[in-house]
């Protein structure tokens, strides 16, 4: 008798060289499909993550991709997933995990590439009034020091005068007595 198991939900956390990634990002995403479709994964998402520095170097590379999927997997194919990355050169590592806990809502959200992209794409005229606000605020700031740094500059000039006017006293005195 054949046992139906249900299709549990996995993250897969695929790192691959930068410089391929961006030679060739197609052929990597279609690379991961072709791992994930032979082993009768259906595939939720798969999105750029992050371009980082590499803790130490893998492969003797110093930056990597990270490419974050997620589907849809028998838990028995996760060995023949992971095999078959490991036997591919176009991949430096992989993580998968399982991810029922996860929601609809943090599969969508945005990774730090996504976020990059969307600051990026921003309209001309929201990016020119970013930097009116910014250049703005930054004047405002100016202004505040120097409002600040005056008053302390009297205080100074203040205590010089009372000073001289002291040692003027002092003068005046010491010549009287001489008188």
């Keep these: 008798m054949e046992t139906l198991t249900k299709n549990k939900l996995y993250e897969g956390m695929f790192l691959i ?11 990597v995403n279609n690379t991961i499909k072709a791992i994930l479709e032979k082993a009768q994964a259906e595939i939720v998402t798969i999105k750029k993550w992050d371009d980082r520095k590499l803790a130490y170097e893998i492969k003797g590379k110093g930056r990597g991709t990270y490419i974050l999927c997620y589907f849809r997997a028998d838990g028995q194919k996760i060995k023949d997933i992971e095999k078959a990355v490991k036997l591919s050169e176009q991949f430096m590592r992989v993580l998968i995990l399982s991810a029922e ?3 609809a809502e943090d599969i969508e959200n945005d ?19 970013d930097e009116d606000n910014e250049e703005q605020e930054s004047s405002g700031r100016e202004m505040e020091a120097k409002e600040e740094a005056e008053p302390a500059e009297e205080t100074e000039q203040a205590g010089v005068n009372g000073q001289e006017q ?4 002092e003068d005046n005195q010491d010549s009287e007595l001489r008188e």
């Design 17 to 27: 060289d930068s410089a391929l990634a961006g030679s060739n990002w197609d052929g």
């Design 101 to 103: 806990k996860i929601t």
């Design 111 to 129: 990774t730090p590439a996504t976020k990059t992209e969307k600051e990026t794409q921003k309209d001309p005229d929201e990016t020119a009034q």
């Design 166 to 169: 002291e040692e003027m006293v």
